[in-house]
């Protein structure tokens, strides 16, 4: 009998990109429930091609599940996947709450598959998004050259905050549409948005923000220290070097990072072209003479993280620097749940 999944925050951002992605790969489920909040129980989706009603989240709505997904804000699943847990399941989680848990696996398929079977909490972590995007890439390079210190700039789309962040974005952007003097010196943007500044702390039409997530010690920010502690947790590497820069723009889906990564021996373009070329999960964009980047617009809808603009510093022999896009809703966090739910049905199934 194929097991029993559950899917928690069904009816989200992350929740709908995760109903398209069960509809689309190989069937590995038996019953798939639907979970979310009370306000959206008696709600019917579409799960491979059949209507599934929501139910409200409870202790018995884990009754016979094997593998609980959650898709839902921290607070939430630090309450409820040690519930699904004590009715028997495996939780899944995608929220921040428990991935630097010592005691939680912090898990990247293509990277760190056997990870998953280390669960002595019954919980298994999906990485945040940010990371997500470019540790598919950094680690196979890891591999071959030795890595010492990522030095990380990310450029993050808004439907990283959620649906709210889409809304506010489109919102804006109609509010500033036509108006040929807007971000001049002459023409406040600010006015023109007016307050409505959704889950951002400033206006993100014809701009760019510095800053995403909560405010940290030392004027880090939250998805920064992610970044941070996530790429050193997943690669194994607890000494690893690595400062970062989030800044907000105003992409609907996409999540890009400018990656300087230094290594221990000397690389070189072609060789990291090579070895990012057989890497699973990547695809390589980067032909600039053509116009060829990786980029939100195109990466959108895709799994692979899309890398581009590889190039060796020109000061520094073991360095290099290149670009990474990959679409936040999938491999930063739908897809990488649902590969790891996969691993635990094959797991479950044998
Ligand atoms: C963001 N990484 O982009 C966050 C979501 N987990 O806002």
Not at 245 to 271: L, M, N
Not at 324 to 350: F, W, Y
């Amino acid at each position: 009998k194929l097991p029993t999944l559950a899917v928690v925050g069904a009816t989200g951002a992350v929740g709908t990109v995760m109903l398209e992605i069960l509809s689309s790969r190989k069937n590995v489920w038996g019953e798939i429930r639907l979970i979310a909040s009370a306000r959206s129980a008696g709600k019917r989706l579409s799960v491979r091609g059949e209507e599934v009603e929501v139910i409200a989240l409870s202790e018995e709505a884990f009754d016979g599940v094997d593998v609980a997904m959650f898709d839902v804000p921290d607070e939430i699943s630090a309450h409820w996947a040690p519930i699904a847990v004590a009715r028997g399941a495996i939780a899944v989680d995608n929220s921040g709450a428990f991935r630097m848990d010592p005691d939680v696996p912090l898990v990247v398929p293509e990277i760190n598959p056997e990870q998953t079977r280390n669960r002595p909490k019954g919980i298994i972590a999906n990485a945040n998004c940010t990371t997500l995007a470019m540790i598919v890439a950094v680690a196979p390079l890891h591999r071959e050259y030795g890595l010492r210190e990522l030095v990380l700039a990310s450029y993050q789309a808004v439907s990283g905050a959620g649906q709210i962040g889409i809304d506010t974005l489109h919102d804006q952007l109609a509010k500033v549409a036509g108006d040929r003097i807007l971000g001049s010196r002459t023409g406040n943007v600010r006015q023109a948005i007016g307050d409505d500044l959704g889950p951002f702390p400033a206006p993100l039409a014809l701009n760019v923000v510095p800053w995403a997530g909560s405010l940290k010690d030392g004027g880090w920010s939250s998805e920064e220290l992610k970044m941070r502690n996530e790429s050193r947790k997943i690669l194994g590497l607890p000494d690893l070097k690595v400062s970062a820069t989030c800044v907000r723009v105003p992409v609907v889906t996409g999540h890009s990072v400018a990656v300087h990564a230094v290594f221990g021996s000397e690389v070189d373009a072609d060789g990291a072209r090579e070895v990012l070329g057989g890497a699973p999960g990547v695809i390589i964009v980067d032909d600039p003479a053509e116009g060829e980047f990786p980029m939100p617009i195109d990466a959108v809808g895709t799994d692979p993280s899309w890398v581009g603009r590889i190039r060796r510093a020109v000061d520094d022999p073991r360095a290099l620097d290149f670009f990474v896009t990959g679409d936040n809703l999938r491999k930063g966090a739908a897809l990488n749940t649902a590969q790891i739910a996969e691993l635990l049905s094959a797991e479950l199934s044998a």
